[in-house]
């Protein structure tokens, strides 16, 4: 079984900064994208940013320049560095990640963390 488990998410005000993690953990061979979604009251869940790997990445146009993903392979963990934050950056945050998890398995990717709630609000 694979685990994605988020942290980082709260309340922040106009212009603040969060930082998401995202671990994943049980029986991995290899992981190949890794990204972060997110779903707003009301609305379908949208790409945020996606790394395929660690010197690839692609971000969604309304987050370009204020967001930043990263991750670390070594401890299958993804993180996502929040700046300059707008109350229509409100939401749940989403992790997914594509797991192989043998090497005789295709790799999946439907893996998702359970969410972690981002509110800005001043």
């Known amino acids: 079984q694979v685990q994605l488990v988020e942290s980082g998410g709260g309340l922040v005000q106009p212009g603040g900064s969060l930082r998401l993690s995202c671990a994943a953990s049980g029986s991995i061979f290899s992981i190949r994208p890794m990204g972060w979604y997110r779903q707003a009251p009301g609305k379908q869940r949208e790409l945020v940013a996606t790394?395929?790997?660690?010197?690839?990445?692609n971000y969604a146009d309304s987050v370009k320049g204020r967001f930043t993903i990263s991750r670390d392979n070594a401890k299958n963990t993804v993180y996502l560095q929040m700046n300059s934050l707008k109350p229509e950056d409100t939401a749940v945050y989403y992790c997914n990640a594509c797991v192989r998890r043998t090497t005789v398995e295709a790799p999946r990717c439907d893996y998702w963390g359970q969410g972690t709630q981002v509110t800005v609000s001043s």
């Open positions: 790394a395929p790997s660690s010197s690839n990445t």
